[in-house]
């Protein structure tokens, strides 16, 4: 993040949509979670504009990740399927900064334990 007086530039990311019943690679049947993460200009921490937009799906079964393609980003949030096909496995998340050994799930760095199983990091 930078600040500068008044305003600043600062990443988010949230969920925007939640597909449930949907068949991961694993084989599983899962819940699917449709990411966006973006880069935001601010004025007294009120977002003004948004750019450098990226979409991913992650799945609950197994934690992994998907990257959605840019054409295919604006279909798959008007609809209620996902075509599992279509998007691009990555092999690791470049905004999650840790994941769990045990379990994989995507943590906070400042974590010293899993929240989800108890393993320590």
């Not at 966006?36 to 990226?54: A, D, G, Q, S």
Request: with cysteine; hydrophobic share 35%; glycine share 4%.
């Amino acid at each position: 993040m930078i600040f500068i007086g008044i305003f600043g530039i600062q990443d988010k990311q949230r969920v925007i949509r939640e597909y449930p019943n949907i068949v991961c690679k694993c084989g599983k049947l899962s819940r699917g979670e449709l990411i966006e993460h973006f880069t935001y200009f601010h004025l007294f921490f009120i977002p003004i504009f948004r750019w450098n937009r990226k979409y991913y799906m992650r799945f609950r079964c197994c934690n992994r990740i998907f990257r959605v393609p840019d054409d295919y980003a604006k279909e798959i949030k008007d609809s209620g399927d996902v075509d599992i096909n279509r998007l691009e496995e990555i092999s690791a998340y470049e905004h999650a900064s840790n994941r769990c050994p045990d379990c994989s799930a995507v943590l906070h760095h400042s974590f010293a334990y899993c929240p989800y199983c108890g393993q320590k990091i």
